[in-house]
């Protein structure tokens, strides 16, 4: 794991031909990352949280990646090495399988995959995507991994294996239970429909016994399911929001201090100003005249 502040990037050899690279920027800056890659991998990137950008041809060409999409690359023709511009507060997750290794988890089935086919298979592949609720699951859970370091590579085997068959997964209802609280798919829209609601209502957010039941779902399940999809408390989440927020806003230069605090929900000037300084270390006037 190499560390930056409160970055860190981390990338784990599964097995010969599978790696997983984990991005986590949760600094207030932009992050740059490169790995080399070379035209024998597939590349899955996935945007759990922010937004990314794949720079190709030494920057001269980029793909926007944002919240909950994805992109499958290959190119059997061209070494495509990673590299990304991360941008503050953003969580990404690559995934990389040489193409030997990918023909290997699909045979003899291989057929179910179309750029599998003799037709396709050495044919440029750049396909965008959307996390599916399941997806997202597993994609979390190889994020914030917590296990003992000795079972850490069977345990991004299994995950990774799982993503890829759910990537990769034709049914329209897919019978899946990635995450040991959200034992559905509806289980997991409710979670995000979670995450909306306390966003869209920052200023006087509801109680969670209130959410539990806006959502119609047991509370113990919220606040579970809640922390294993994004990594935080129901409250903690929205905390980081309205702070982050609340930087945006004293950034455009409309807004003074007083008023960004009451938009993000502090009806004090002092709690606004201690938790800002708590999170970046400064006071909302300071940095706005830092400059």
Not at 10 to 39: L, M, P, W
Not at 202 to 217: C, H, R, T, V, Y
Request: glycine share 4%; aromatic share 10%.
């Amino acid at each position: 794991m190499i560390n930056t502040a409160a970055s860190a990037v981390e990338v784990t050899h599964i097995e010969e031909g599978f790696q997983v690279v984990r991005i986590k920027n949760e600094t207030s800056d932009n992050e740059h990352f490169e790995h080399a890659v070379d035209h024998t991998f597939i590349q899955f990137h996935f945007c759990l949280k922010g937004s990314v950008q794949l720079a190709f041809n030494e920057g001269s060409y980029e793909l926007p990646l944002q919240e909950q999409n994805s992109y499958l690359l290959y190119n059997p023709t061209r070494d495509l090495p990673v590299n990304l511009n991360v941008a503050a507060h953003s969580w990404i997750i690559i995934v990389l399988v040489s193409i030997t290794k990918f023909h290997s988890l699909f045979s003899p089935d291989a057929n179910h995959v179309s750029f599998l086919s003799s037709e396709n298979r050495d044919k440029k592949y750049y396909v965008d995507g959307k996390v599916s609720p399941s997806m997202a699951v597993a994609l979390h859970q190889l994020m914030n991994y917590n296990l003992n370091d000795a079972i850490k590579r069977l345990y991004f085997k299994g995950k990774s294996y799982e993503l890829l068959s759910l990537y990769f997964n034709t049914k329209d209802d897919p019978d899946t239970e990635a995450c040991p609280f959200l034992v559905d798919e509806k289980n997991m829209a409710k979670i995000k429909m979670a995450k909306d609601i306390i966003i869209e209502r920052m200023i006087d957010p509801p109680s969670l016994a209130d959410l539990a039941l806006e959502i119609a779902l047991p509370l113990k399940k919220l606040k579970e399911g809640f922390k294993e999809v994004y990594g935080d408390t129901v409250y903690g989440f929205l905390l980081e929001h309205k702070l982050e927020y609340a930087r945006q806003l004293l950034d455009s230069g409309q807004h003074n201090v007083n008023e960004v605090g009451l938009k993000v929900g502090y009806s004090t000037g002092s709690h606004f100003i201690s938790a800002f300084k708590k999170k970046y270390g400064t006071t909302p006037k300071k940095y706005v005249t830092a400059d």
